[in-house]
């Protein structure tokens, strides 16, 4: 604990009933339950992030089972729960758009145990660098989540322009701009969300891997959104560049109907890779077994509520990655029922002749 201030975290809710404490930690969705000595009733308002130990010490002297050696065994037990924020707050705040943010960037640090305050998380996203492959219903929702959580640079690649039935699955395009390039449209309106933000807008498709070869040099983070030639094809191509470059990379997501995917998380040399996940669900319903006999006609239906929670999902992911945070979407694959919401979950091992460096 060492001489700091100790500050319950914003996200822990404390209850009492007959000296026994329960805390909520809303976090992470844990209850712990202790009985205690009367003096931890009143210690708890004192863990404000504005009094030093000695003072708690002098306050509570001569409450209830008090001892200064009962007080450090249950300071000891809540540092080990992690009840208290690992990084002090400031002692005087600036305002920024992303105070909010770093709200929860406190959170994250001391729930996780992370070595980076808030403030350097913050410096994380604006350092980092994404390359969006695909800027149409997936790839607006998630730039926008991006970009408004501060990340420095994107490099975004679409070849298509604005089109009349583009604009009931996204607000970033709107009438106005049917006919213009969506690369060129996205751009302007992203760094009008963030007048720093560098964009670097390639209108064309991707269909090889080299490609991608510069955009990734100095890339954090590349995430597949485009369903053209089709899903698995494009992920194929981003992970076969992604891979050789060391990049992380989501790729695989996909909604139609009700069905959405918000895609699998790699990280090279830590994860799974693409061609593991490929290999052990590309014969899924024995499919090599048939022939095929009527494939889609036609673009699937979309709406905005469904792109947009997709787009999301993988936005998280991706902000998960750059920030060092636990990932959700790894070693597997995810499928949303977006009519009950559940949740079928897929896990997928490396494969013993795979030399991604994946553990097993």
């Known amino acids: 604990m060492g001489c700091r201030p100790l500050r319950l975290r914003d996200s822990v809710l404390v209850f009492n009933r007959d000296c026994r404490m329960q805390f909520i930690c809303t976090m992470e969705l844990r209850v712990l339950e202790f009985d205690v000595s009367p003096f931890v009733i009143e210690l708890i308002p004192l863990l404000d992030g504005s009094n030093s130990i000695e003072r708690i010490e002098s306050i509570l002297e001569g409450s209830a089972g008090f001892s200064c050696k009962s007080l450090e065994n249950v300071l000891a037990i809540m540092e080990t729960e992690r009840l208290f924020d690992t990084y002090p707050q400031p002692e005087h705040p600036s305002a920024n758009k992303f105070e909010r943010q770093e709200r929860l960037f406190q959170e994250f640090a001391s729930t996780f145990s992370l070595t980076n305050s808030p403030t350097q998380l913050q410096e994380k996203l604006r350092t980092s660098k994404v390359v969006v492959v695909g800027v149409g219903g997936t790839g607006t929702w998630l730039l926008q989540s991006l970009v408004a959580a501060g990340i ?52 064309r498709r991707v269909v090889a891997a080299a490609d991608l070869e510069s955009a990734l040099r100095d890339a954090s983070l590349v995430v597949g959104c485009a369903d053209e030639p089709d899903v698995v094809v494009l992920s194929d191509i981003i992970a076969e560049a992604a891979t050789e470059a060391r990049v992380p990379h989501i790729v695989g997501g996909a909604y139609g109907g009700n069905l959405g995917v918000p895609g699998t998380s790699i990280i090279p040399g830590q994860t799974v890779c693409w061609q593991c996940i490929r290999s052990q669900t590309m014969n899924d319903h024995n499919r090599a077994d048939f022939l095929p006999l009527k494939g889609r006609t036609r673009s699937g239906g979309s709406i905005a509520a469904i792109s947009g929670l997709v787009a999301n999902l993988a936005a998280w992911e991706a902000m998960k990655i750059l920030l060092g945070l636990p990932l959700a979407l790894s070693g597997q694959v995810r499928e949303l029922d977006l009519f009950t919401l559940d949740w079928r979950v897929r896990k997928l091992a490396r494969l013993p002749d795979c030399s991604c460096e994946a553990p097993q």
């Open 152 to 203: 420095g640079r994107i490099e975004i690649f679409d070849p298509d322009i604005v089109e009349l039935t583009n604009l009931n699955r996204q607000i970033l395009f709107q009438p106005g701009d049917l006919g213009l390039a969506k690369v060129d449209v996205a751009a302007e309106r992203f760094t009008s969300i963030d007048e720093n933000l560098q964009v670097t807008a390639n209108r």
